[in-house]
């Protein structure tokens, strides 16, 4: 005997399980093989996959041809906000995630979102938007918010009754710094990153390490002073 089936659904947003039961049977019958393009396994991930159902019932037989598709998930990425005092290199941006599955988490992006701003360690106070871009994944299409980055004002600190100099600037291999006697001194890239960090007072300083580009000087004094000063280096 023929028994006739159809699909009750051809398509489903991921959701992190096999995609099963999307057809029924004019009969009760016992039994039916699934062939997903050349797979018993039925899809989990996204995509489109040809389907072929066939009853395995000593007293029926039919078969359903056709194709059933799993669409991306919609994964929300949130910025977390942050401060930074003035002067000092960009926070590290932590993310916020609303939409994943089942126990996946953001390790199972095959490229992870990044966030960037306008604001550099040479902004002023202020706030300053930070977007994010750049995520990548199978089975999930991304929805971007926007975050806040606070620029804090320093206050209680000067250097204007301190005699600095930096020289040479522009610098090859080393600068010299005519100043009272230091506590910490650290050269960051323009990305914010420590290049250079030193305890023990020198007068001068080795660029070893530093390619050609401007860097910032960032030095605290014993007094908790502070001296920022943009550095080119040849």
């Not at 050269?187 to 023990?200: A, C, L, P």
């Amino acid at each position: 005997l023929n028994a006739t089936l159809e699909f009750t659904k051809t398509e489903k947003v991921y959701d992190g399980l096999p995609f099963d039961g999307f057809y029924q049977a004019d009969h009760s019958i016992s039994s039916t093989s699934l062939l997903f393009h050349g797979h018993v396994t039925p899809p989990e991930d996204v995509g489109v996959y040809p389907v072929t159902v066939t009853i395995v019932d000593p007293n029926y037989e039919g078969e359903l041809m056709g194709t059933v598709s799993i669409t991306k998930k919609t994964l929300t990425v949130d910025i977390v906000d942050a401060s930074v005092p003035e002067g000092n290199p960009l926070p590290a941006f932590a993310f916020s995630y609303t939409g994943f599955v089942q126990s996946e988490n953001s390790l199972v992006l095959a490229e992870q979102p990044v966030a960037s701003t306008v604001a550099t360690i040479f902004s002023q106070p202020g706030e300053y938007i930070v977007t994010i871009s750049g995520g990548e994944d199978e089975n999930y299409v991304f929805d971007y918010k926007t975050g806040i980055l606070t620029v804090e004002v320093v206050t209680g600190i000067s250097t204007e009754d301190i005699s600095i100099d930096v020289f040479p600037n522009p610098a090859r291999d080393k600068i010299s710094i005519r100043s009272p006697e230091w506590i910490s001194l650290t050269i960051y890239d323009m990305n914010g990153s420590v290049v250079i960090s030193m305890t023990q007072f020198d007068e001068q300083v080795s660029l070893l390490g530093c390619e050609s580009g401007l860097y910032v000087l960032h030095v605290v004094f014993r007094n908790g002073n502070t001296f920022k000063e943009r550095i080119s280096v040849y």
